[in-house]
């Protein structure tokens, strides 16, 4: 069993910076992948980002590539995201998601992610 824990969410001003944390606990093999996704109100969840545990490899949605940045940190067992440049349409309860063959395929469907954190909320003011 794996348990994904957020932080780092908050109130933020358009243009500037957050850092999110996924804190896991359980094994976490190198065939997974981390990933988040977010939900903003009234829409449905999307990818955001993902990175394979073992190699590091990161795939972003068009949406923030160049502006976010994932992260691991395989000795805490902490997977970050970088979130830079922010806009309001960025605001949306953020979620840590992990895929268990996510080293072996690459997906950005929800179905193919097996555990999820409980989500941190991030809002950002125009």
């Known amino acids: 069993q794996v348990q994904l824990v957020e932080s780092g969410g908050g109130l933020v001003q358009a243009g500037g910076s957050l850092r999110l944390s996924c804190a896991t606990s359980g094994r976490i093999s190198s065939t997974y992948a981390l990933g988040w996704f977010r939900q903003a109100p009234g829409k449905e969840r999307e990818f955001v980002a993902a990175?394979?545990?073992?190699?590091?490899?990161?795939n972003y949605a068009d949406s923030v590539k160049g502006r976010f940045t994932i992260s691991k940190d395989s000795t805490k067992n902490t997977v970050y995201l970088q979130m830079n440049s922010v806009k309001p349409e960025d605001t949306a309860v953020y979620y840590c998601a992990a895929h268990p063959a996510g080293g072996l395929y690459y997906s950005s469907t929800e179905s193919s992610y097996a555990y999820w954190g409980q989500g941190t909320q991030v809002t950002v003011s125009s």
């Open positions: 990175i394979t545990w073992s190699v590091g490899s990161t």
